[in-house]
């Protein structure tokens, strides 16, 4: 006895009885095998893993109708799978149902003769079917957002069927989780700047300087402290130029041995000065000399003859 509860072809198999089993596998395998001979490869739509070489195959019955829904869901997969490209798309789904009438009682004896027409075609279920979202696989999983520490990393996934009808809504499409980095470094902190320095000439283009200092020390890989001095130019005028002179010469002789004479000493210019540059000194200097009274030496007149007469006693 063929038990039926509603569900799937395959999962109603699983309730038969060991004989109906068997039965239906001794169909099953001739059915495949007249298939087989025309040249055919065949296997139940559950267990083809490749359906564009393979035919589906959908056991139905045609008593109590199980195995239709299976077939229909079939159709459909095997459409979205394999002709998504070429379909056409409506709102809305029809179909037809053929009612089959078959003669149980053969008229006789002169009865009523059956009518021509043993069946008929009405429409049915003109009601919008569910479309339920289709969607991709998942992407690979992005790059962290953080290079060390705990950041975020997320995938998605796209659908390419809307839901519809009541069908089933899509999934969540985007997932994030949080990754986990290796451990940030600590970076070098330095204090602020101190003032500037006094620049080290005042004029001809000099330095000047200011300093800081470390307050956290780098470790783990962290940026590495900065220089802890700034030097920049400072007074870049040009000096005023100062008049240079050579050193002095010796003195010169003493115009006078005594009485009071004068000697001299010269110096030479080096370098002029400019207009704001310091003048230049005397070049020259006089000095007193032999200021004392010279020596006088004695003079006699001149010696005059005198003749005198020698006079007898």
């Known amino acids: 006895m063929w038990a039926v509860d509603g569900a799937s072809i395959r999962e109603t198999l699983k309730q038969q009885a060991a004989n109906t089993l068997a039965e239906f596998e001794a169909k099953k395998q001739k059915c495949c095998t007249e298939l087989n001979e025309q040249g055919l490869n065949v296997a139940l739509y559950w267990e083809n893993d490749d359906p564009a070489s393979t035919v589906s195959v ?11 829904p299976d077939l229909l869901f079939m159709l459909m997969r095997s459409t979205q799978e394999q002709l998504g490209s070429q379909l056409e798309c409506k709102e809305e789904l029809q179909c037809t149902v053929i009612e089959v009438k078959n003669i149980e009682t053969a008229p006789s004896n002169g009865g009523a003769m059956c009518p021509t027409q043993t069946q008929r075609t009405v429409p049915c279920n003109e009601d919008s079917c569910p479309i339920d979202c289709m969607f991709d696989s998942w992407s690979g999983w992005s790059m962290c957002s953080e290079s060390c520490g705990n950041g975020t990393e997320g995938r998605s996934r796209g659908f390419y069927t809307e839901s519809a009808h009541g069908g089933k809504e899509c999934p969540a499409l985007s997932l994030s989780a949080i990754c986990e980095q290796p451990p940030c470094g600590i970076n070098c902190k330095m204090s602020a ?6 620049c080290s000439k005042s004029c001809g283009g000099g330095v000047r ?12 890989k962290g940026s590495q402290c900065p220089s802890l001095a700034e030097t920049v130019p400072c007074n870049t005028d040009a000096c005023p130029a100062d008049c240079k002179v050579s050193g002095w010469s010796a003195w010169t002789k003493c ?17 002029a000065p400019d207009a704001y540059g310091v003048q230049c000194p005397p070049r020259s200097a006089v000095l007193n000399c032999n200021s004392h009274a010279c020596a006088v ?3 006699m007149s001149r010696s005059e003859e005198h003749t005198s007469e020698l006079q007898s006693p």
């Open 193 to 198: 700047w101190g003032a500037w320095k006094q």
């Open 209 to 220: 300087s200011r300093i800081r200092v470390v307050v956290q020390e780098a470790a783990s």
């Open 297 to 299: 030496d004695c003079k």
């Open 58 to 68: 959908v056991p139905t019955s045609a008593i109590t109708g199980e195995g239709v």
């Open 255 to 271: 115009t006078s041995a005594c009485g009071g004479g004068r000697k001299t000493r010269t110096r030479t210019v080096l370098a």
